[in-house]
C-alpha cells in the first residue's frame, strides 16, 4: 500500500474507534440527539409564537438557523475530545504505532461528520412533526443538506486546531464558547441582519455562519419574496459564497491542524 492507501486506512480506523466511543458514552449521544430536539422545539414554539414574517411561518424561516447552529456548537466535540485524548496520553500511543499522522485528525473529523448527520437528520425529522416543509426540489434540497455537513466538516477542523493549541479541555471550552457564540447570534439566524444596529449589520452580513443559513434557506425554499434579501454581496450569492467559505477553512485549517499534532506529539 502507498502512503495514500495507509493515511485513509489509518484515518478509517480512527474514525471507527471515536465513532464508538460516541455511542458508548452517553453524555455525548444526549448531545447529538436530544440537543437538536430541544433547540427545535424550544425556538419554533417560544419565538414562533412570538414574531410574524410577511409571506411565510417563522418556524420556516428559523430552522435553517438552527440547522447551522446545532453543527457550529457540534464541531466543539472534535476539539474536546482532542483535548481529552492529549491528557490522557492516548496520543503517546498512537505515536509507537506506524500510522499516519493526519490519521488521528481525519479520523476524528470523519466521526464527527457522522454526528453531525444524526443531528441534522434528528432535527428535519422533529421540524417537519412541528410543520416546517421543504419547498424546493430534491436535488436542491439535498445540496442544502450536503452543504451542511461540508461546513460541519470545515469547522471541525477549526476547533481541532484551537484545541491542539490551548491543549486542556477546560480552556478550550471557555475560548470555544466565546469564540461560537458571536458566530451564531451575530448572524441572520434568528433575525434579519438589515435590522441590526451599527457597525453589527456588515459584521453579520459578512459572516460565514449568515452565508450559510440564506443558502440553506434558499435551497430548502425557505425564503419569501416579501422579505427582501440584503444587499450584501456574500447574501446574494449564498449557496457558491458558502461553498468557498468550507474550501477556504479546509484549505487553510487541514494543514495547520496537522502541524499542531505533529508538535504535541512530539514533545
Request: hydrophobic content about 55%.
Amino acid at each position: 500500500m502507498n502512503t495514500l492507501q495507509l493515511a485513509v486506512a489509518d484515518g478509517v480506523t480512527i474514525a471507527r474507534r471515536n465513532a464508538l466511543k460516541i455511542r458508548r458514552a452517553p453524555d455525548l449521544l444526549g448531545g447529538v440527539i436530544m440537543l437538536p430536539i430541544v433547540f427545535v422545539l424550544l425556538f419554533t414554539y417560544v419565538f414562533g409564537s412570538m414574531i410574524s414574517l410577511p409571506g411565510m411561518s417563522y418556524g420556516e424561516y428559523l430552522l435553517p438557523g438552527i440547522f447551522v447552529m446545532t453543527i457550529v456548537q457540534s464541531a466543539q466535540i472534535t476539539g474536546y475530545t482532542l483535548t481529552q485524548d492529549l491528557q490522557k496520553g492516548i496520543f503517546d500511543r498512537f505515536r509507537t504505532l506506524p500510522m499516519s499522522p493526519s490519521a488521528v485528525l481525519t479520523g476524528q473529523t470523519i466521526s464527527d461528520v457522522i454526528m453531525n448527520l444524526t443531528s441534522v437528520v434528528t432535527m428535519a425529522l422533529v421540524g417537519l412533526l412541528v410543520g416546517w416543509r421543504i419547498h424546493s426540489s430534491p436535488f436542491e434540497a439535498a445540496l442544502g443538506f450536503l452543504m451542511l455537513l461540508l461546513f460541519a466538516y470545515a469547522f471541525s477542523w477549526v476547533t481541532a486546531t484551537v484545541a491542539l493549541a490551548l491543549r486542556t479541555p477546560e480552556v478550550f471550552n471557555n475560548v470555544a464558547t466565546i469564540m461560537s457564540l458571536p458566530l451564531i447570534f451575530l448572524s441572520n439566524a434568528f433575525v434579519d441582519s438589515a435590522r441590526l444596529p451599527g457597525p453589527l449589520k456588515p459584521i453579520a452580513e459578512w459572516n460565514p455562519v449568515s452565508t450559510l443559513v440564506q443558502a440553506a434557506r434558499e435551497l430548502f425554499g425557505n425564503t419569501s419574496p416579501a422579505i427582501p434579501v440584503s444587499s450584501a454581496w456574500p447574501l446574494q450569492h449564498a449557496v457558491p459564497v458558502s461553498l468557498l467559505w468550507s474550501v477556504l477553512l479546509l484549505v487553510i485549517f487541514v494543514p495547520l491542524a496537522t502541524r499542531l499534532y505533529k508538535r504535541a506529539v512530539s514533545q
